[in-house]
């Protein structure tokens, strides 16, 4: 993807940033884009978050959610114990 030098930004008082023009268009991010930030070897990395993460963040929220073990576990949840 080459890099794109020169290009800066201030972090505000609470904490926002702008990303440069130039890079929101060339990485397709939009209002509402996920955006993941990592520390790797002490630079702040940031990445557009995939379909594929956010199925993978929606099943860890689901299994969070649900923490039954068994199909008779979830059927005794929303119906109750078979007396």
Do not use: C
């Amino acid at each position: 993807m080459g890099r794109h030098t020169g290009l800066k930004a201030t972090i505000a008082e609470r904490g926002q940033i702008t990303i440069p023009k130039s890079l929101r268009v060339k990485l397709g991010l939009t209002a509402g884009t996920v955006v993941n930030f990592e520390l790797v070897n002490g630079q702040v990395v940031l990445r557009k978050e995939g379909a594929a993460q956010r199925v993978k963040n929606l099943t860890g929220t689901w299994q969070k959610k649900f923490r039954w073990k068994s199909t008779d576990d979830y059927i005794n949840e929303i119906r109750g114990p078979v007396a």
